[in-house]
């Protein structure tokens, strides 16, 4: 059975996170738009399937923006990440945020997909941006996905909120 169910992270939870993101994005921190991001302080969800934990968003609320900063989802196809999602946007339209976003990178064609098909539009790309961040984070890889090099940034957003007239 696949049913699980969707938990906000806690102070508990921290040492987790940092070792799924230590795991998954090659060590304990993030970086994303050159800002330095260490996920076990950020709040988020994760998602528990059998008293597993099968997946995790982390993310950063600032002004009437939400971040999405990670996303994994351990058991892909079920709708964790989606789900996982659905809770980020709720707690960001709580807090009054109007809009909700991320950065992939060039390589990530599943990633550009996932997102687009629950509704988030291409917002920007920024060219050289995955170059710069190794400067800060050199275990970013050089090549992605599908033998594609890692170049550049691209954003995609959400509007949770209809812009005032």
Sequence with gaps: MNAYTIHPLTPGDRDWVRALVAARWGAPTVVAHGVVYDPAALPGFYALCQGERVGLVTCHLAGDA??????????EGIGIGTALIAAVREMAKAAGCRRLWLITTNDNLPALRFYQKRGFRLAAVHPGAVDAARQIKPQI??????????HDEIVLE???A????
């Design 158 to 160: 959400l509007a949770l």
């Design 162 to 165: 209809e812009p005032a007239p």
């Design 66 to 75: 939400c971040e999405i900063v990670t996303l994994d989802s351990l058991r």
């Design 141 to 150: 890889p050089l090549i992605g996905l599908d033998g594609i090099p890692i």
